[in-house]
């Protein structure tokens, strides 16, 4: 039988109701309790990682997490991480770049209703999250309301429902029907993983409004070493406002921006417009093309922490890590 390593870190699944709303006071020997059927799919250990909403977890959070899994990660042939659905999907895209190519599935789950509610979907995700870390599902993913999505494809797109996550620009890696895991897609692995334990957190986003101008972008490029800046479309920058001189004046003392767009699905493609022409091939900004805002944070905490040459960073930063970029393919 399979050995699983359940790693605790607090959100809904892990709530009670408290005083002030909403609190993750249960432990992973608890929420275990909940699901006793468990014992016929695997072997499952338990550790207290955190107790946290994970309104309050941090790129720290995510390196203690690595910092488990690798510490046991020869005893075990999965992991599953509980946490909260809030900010899960930058976990998971944190977790992606931070240990790459693991055989063994590393599988993030939560809940939209706390596991000791009557309604709740905290039983059939901890246990699709089991069976999943239980079968050969490499990488790292996220187990939700049935389907499973890449770490790097994640988004929150539902608040109160139970159907919380989508994959974005990329299908799921597969489904659970009745307990069953139907596969469609196997993610790369290497013989052991890559384990990184760096990064750096001065990554700020910023979301341009209609008659933006450039002050919020300097005040948040002063401060950081990244800005990402969520446009329009497929994506570009207002002639007014000042914006084109304010990229290149950080950009020439060591920033590194990349553009994206507010659109929910299928990504920017700067070249198309003129508003967006300029900064691709004068000034060089990066963009997104198809990955998530999500997967953009945590791949240039993950770039940063290693490297601040320019060419380095864009060659890193274009190069695809756990299908989290596939077009267009560039070097
Ligand atoms: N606020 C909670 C959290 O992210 C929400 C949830 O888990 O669904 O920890």
């Not at 974005?168 to 659970?176: A, D, E, F």
């Not at 929910?264 to 990066?286: F, I, M, P, R, T």
Request: glycine content about 8%; charged content about 20%.
């Amino acid at each position: 039988m399979k050995k699983i390593l359940l790693i605790g870190t607090g959100g809904t699944i892990a709530s009670e109701v408290s005083d002030s709303g909403l609190a993750p006071e249960l432990t992973t020997e608890q929420l275990l309790s909940h699901i006793p059927a468990i014992s016929d799919i695997c072997e499952v250990d338990c550790v207290q990682l955190l107790s946290l909403d994970s309104t309050n977890i941090t790129p720290a959070h995510w390196l203690k997490m690595v910092r488990c899994i690798r510490e046991h990660y020869d005893g075990y042939d999965g992991f599953v991480l509980t946490h909260g659905t809030d900010t899960m999907a930058y976990t998971a895209a944190g977790l992606s770049y931070l240990i790459q190519g693991s055989p063994k599935p590393i599988v993030l789950t939560g809940a939209q209703k706390p596991i000791g509610f009557d309604s709740t979907d905290s039983k059939i995700n901890l246990t699709d999250a089991f069976r999943c870390a239980a079968e050969d599902m490499p990488g790292v993913s996220i187990v939700f309301n049935n389907q499973v999505i890449p770490g790097t494809r994640a988004r929150k797109t539902r608040s109160k429902s139970f159907q919380a996550f989508s994959s974005i620009n990329y299908p799921n890696l597969g489904i659970l029907r009745d307990g069953v895991l139907l596969r469609y897609i196997r993610q790369e692995c290497g013989k052991a993983p890559v384990f990184y334990d760096t990064l750096d957190t001065k990554v700020a986003l910023m979301k341009l409004v209609p008659g933006a101008d450039r002050a919020q972008a300097d005040f948040l490029l002063e401060r950081n070493d990244a800005l990402i800046i969520e446009s329009f479309g497929v994506g570009g920058l207002p002639e007014a406002g000042g914006f084109y001189d304010c990229v290149r004046y950080w950009m020439d003392n060591g920033r590194t921006v990349v553009l994206t767009t507010q659109v929910a699905n299928e990504g920017s493609d700067l070249g198309v417009y003129h508003v967006g022409h300029a900064l691709k091939n004068d000034l060089g900004v990066l963009e997104a093309y198809d990955m998530t805002t999500e997967a953009v944070t945590a791949k240039l905490m993950w770039i940063l922490g290693q490297t601040r040459d320019r060419e380095a960073v864009r060659r890193m930063f274009y190069t695809p890590v756990a299908k989290d970029i596939l077009w267009p393919a560039e070097d």
